[in-house]
């Protein structure tokens, strides 16, 4: 089998299994702001903060105790 053949299903494929590992999510501060990001939140307990990249690309930095809610986005 020709290689260029082969290599548009494996790239699509791979291009699936990648869209499939990310999951968007929406916190919710006590204050109302929303953010959404594109993957689930990483917490460091050590010093109580969630931090993440909103959809904008932008790092986000926020206390703990200033999180209502974090939820996948329905």
């Known amino acids: 089998m020709n290689l ?8 699509a494929a791979a291009f699936l299994a990648l869209a499939g590992c ?3 999510t ?3 501060l006590q ?3 929303q953010y959404l990001t594109k993957d689930t939140p990483k917490t460091h ?12 690309g932008k790092q986000v930095r926020v ?3 200033d999180v209502a809610t974090v939820k996948p986005k329905d």
Request: cysteine-free.
């Open 4 to 11: 260029k053949t082969l290599s548009l299903p494996l790239l």
């Open 31 to 33: 204050n109302g702001t």
């Open 63 to 65: 206390k703990a105790s």
């Open 22 to 24: 990310s999951t968007p």
């Open 45 to 56: 307990s050590a010093d109580g903060f969630y931090e993440f990249r909103d959809i904008s």
């Open 26 to 28: 929406v916190v919710t």
